[in-house]
């Protein structure tokens, strides 16, 4: 099971410049009502396809809506190699800004 990360850590650390990796994988009428800052957007659905984007020696923050589909998403991440963070609640929790 993916090790989890709050919303609050996560805008802490955006706050404070580090430098972080955060997978949208909600839809994309969800994420045009707002993502997190930098969110590199993948659907679930074309996580598999895409890895190829993403880098085996970072970490990756993984949001949704509301944390079911980030969980699912670590799971396919952390099968192929990954290494995630699920943050908890999805976009639903967050109260940092947005883009």
């Known amino acids: 099971m993916a090790k989890q ?51 085996k020696d970072k970490t990756y923050i993984v949001t949704c809506q509301s944390g079911n589909r980030s969980k699912a998403a670590c799971g396919i991440l952390e099968a192929l190699g990954y290494k995630t963070l699920d943050m908890i609640g999805g976009m639903n929790n967050w109260r940092g800004e947005k883009e």
């Open 5 to 55: 990360v709050t919303p609050e850590e996560v805008a802490r650390r955006l706050q404070y410049g580090e430098e972080i990796f955060v997978i949208d994988v909600r839809q994309g009428s969800e994420v045009a009502t707002g993502k997190i800052p930098g969110a590199k957007h993948i659907p679930l659905g074309h996580l598999a396809l895409r890895t190829n984007e993403l880098d």
